[in-house]
């Protein structure tokens, strides 16, 4: 199947006489005959649900289809992109380990590690992902166990080179974790250019109405957790009868790990209802991605055009710096979001903001709604003025987040706000 096919038929698949919609399995727990077969899904030895919190048929449909639209060995969804951050580098460190991750990034995502992560003794190194190879190759530490970037940065919209940071994390016998919100696999399958663990917060276009928050990891199978750099994969696991993931996952030990131990133990899966809404959304993926990606580039080229604007971020746009990473790694397109930097900074970005009617004023993004948000003054103000830089954030930028509205009016409410400064 091509990609706009499996996000209507990837996953459940309804039997003769079984309802076309995928069924919401609204329950917390499963009926089995005996003993000896619970005993044995306790033991991971034989497959079936067991308890909501590990696992649920109408969350595991949803699993195998983003599974099969990034061409991953497997999926895990959670209840949300924070917690599918968290889960998949704390599924291969503890503490005392340390990572290595793009400074590009989400400010939700910069605050779990350098502030949350660190308290578990988890330390992380920021580095500019534009640097050259030997650069970012100096932060290895021998106890770095993975490298973490975001294909589109949020709200930055830096376009990240995925094969470098792909060599880099391999040549050091540790993975790559991608970020991959933004373009959804819909505009880019970062498996396919060399990604380990890829990361969602499906709150945005996956669900893409903004009604569920949600996350997933996708593994891809690939990468070789028995390398001698993560016992924990190799060696027993107490809580189950020293089980080793290796041997008994294979491919899928990684995946197969942060459910079993870590959702369980944590408590993040989501619900069937969510995964419900989620599979709604991921039905027509396809088509909304392309139309906010063509909303989008006729947006910027208008705030390309205003003389209100200092300049726009948004990969598509030729003469932009992340232009020819774009044409590699998005070649249909850069998704909805548009970052600008007003003139007159800070003040002349908060009266632009309150001007505006059509474009609704909302800490959100990536919603069939064109939205906005003022980073330095919201998502962003836990971040001092360096790390505002460094995730390439100046105090008057505005992050625009391109709905499926028509064009023309979303440009005649921009109008109305420009015409307050
Ligand atoms: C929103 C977002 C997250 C966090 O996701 P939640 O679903 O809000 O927890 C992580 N990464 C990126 C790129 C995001 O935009």
Redesign the pocket.
Known sequence: MRKETKCIHAGYKSGNGEPLALPIYQSTTYTYDSTEHIGKLFDLAAEGHMYSRISNPTVAFVEKKIAELDGGAGALCTT???AA?FLALFNIMSSGDHFITSSAI?G??VNLFAVTMRKLGIECSFVDPDSPEEEIERFFRPNTKAVFG?TIA?PAMSVLDIEKFARIAHKHGVPLVI?N??PTAILCRPIEHGADIVVY?T??YMDGHAVQ???CIVDSGNFDWANGNFPEFTSPDSSYHGLVYTEAFGKTAYIAKARVQLVRDLGVYPSATAAFYLDLGLQTLHLRMERHSENALKVAEFLEQSDKVESVNYPSLKNNKYHSLAKKYLPDGCAGVVSFTVKGGREAAIKVMDALQLCKNVVH?ATVHSCVLHPASETHRQLTDEQLIGAGISPGLIRLSVGIENTEDIIDDLRRGFSKI
């Open positions: 949300s992109g924070q951050s989400y939700g995502t975001e949020n970020d919100t933004f917060s709150t945005k928050i949600g996350g993004v």
